[in-house]
């Protein structure tokens, strides 16, 4: 992983979340959302929060009197999140690494993560945090996407960004993103962390947006693929963009788009 993968700033975190969220992560929040209601917890930390859609699909789920911890190891993409949610004084915002928890052991009844944990540099050590961090009978609940191949309107735009830099393609939505989606490693990495009773599934949905150029700028302009793009050709972003918008419309249709979306859901205990 790149060193940029995990850098989600400037005016990135407000086009994630205005035009990727609606894209992609929605209906994947909410089923997160739910399966962590649904254990019953006292108390919830999440991590990797991103600029908060499970955050605003979880809050209203809770308790006032269950403590609800929300953590990014981005500032920028967690002040995003906190200014989006509504009635969020109960909730505790935190900067934090999802490897290094600020936390004591034992303190959590559920841990969540929605698609961050691709981004760990060293997914077991942060399975570990994860586990050191619930309290007996707890669950680590969390998503990654599947293959790029399996996410269409992401592969559609890797494949108009490489054709630009054909001796340097700009792979940040394979190599990271989609790039972490195999269940029988991850199982794996999570019996590795000492986890041992471990649920998945995998969940397909359709991307939906209003015309094509809506995933060009989504993918384009609100993931660190708008830094490789940068980093390689200085004021190319919305020449890049319109191509990928256009090649969408060729393969997807002239107004509303959809796509095929794909992810899986792991559910871990000790």
């Given at each position: 992983m790149s060193t940029s993968d995990k850098n989600f700033t400037g005016s990135i975190p407000d086009i994630y979340d205005e035009f990727l969220v609606p894209l992609i992560f929605e209906s994947y929040a909410a089923d997160l959302a739910k399966r962590v209601a649904d254990t019953k917890p006292k108390a919830v930390l999440e991590t990797a929060a991103g600029s908060g859609v499970?955050?605003?699909?979880?809050?209203?789920?809770?308790?006032d009197e269950i403590r609800y911890v929300?953590?990014?190891?981005?500032q920028p993409m967690l002040d995003r999140a906190s200014t989006q949610q509504p009635k969020a004084?109960?909730?505790e915002w935190k900067q934090a690494d999802a490897l290094a928890l600020p936390f004591e052991t034992n303190t959590f009844d559920v841990v969540c993560c929605q698609f961050g944990v691709m981004f760990f540099p060293d997914k077991v050590a942060g399975y570990k945090e994860a586990l050191r961090v619930l309290k007996d009978g707890g669950c680590f609940i969390f998503n990654v996407w599947d293959s790029i191949e399996e996410n269409e309107f992401a592969h559609c735009v890797t494949k108009t960004a490489s054709r630009f830099f054909p001796e340097d393609p700009p792979v940040f939505l394979a190599r990271t993103p989609h790039g972490h989606g195999n269940i029988d490693s991850i199982v794996d990495?999570?019996?590795e962390a000492g986890f041992s009773d471990i649920e998945t599934l995998?969940?397909?949905?359709?991307?939906r947006a209003s015309n094509?150029?809506?995933?060009?700028?989504a993918y384009c302009q609100g993931t660190p693929l708008r830094n490789e793009l940068e980093e390689r050709a200085a004021g190319s972003l919305t020449e890049i963009t319109d191509a990928a918008a256009a090649d969408i419309e060729k393969l997807f249709g002239k107004g509303p788009v959809s796509g095929k979306i794909q992810?899986?859901?792991?559910l871990a205990r000790p």
């Open positions: 499970v955050t605003r699909a979880l809050a209203p789920l809770l308790s929300v953590t990014d190891l981005n004084n109960r909730i990495d999570l019996k995998t969940i397909s949905e359709q991307s094509p150029q809506a995933p060009a700028v992810g899986h859901v792991f």
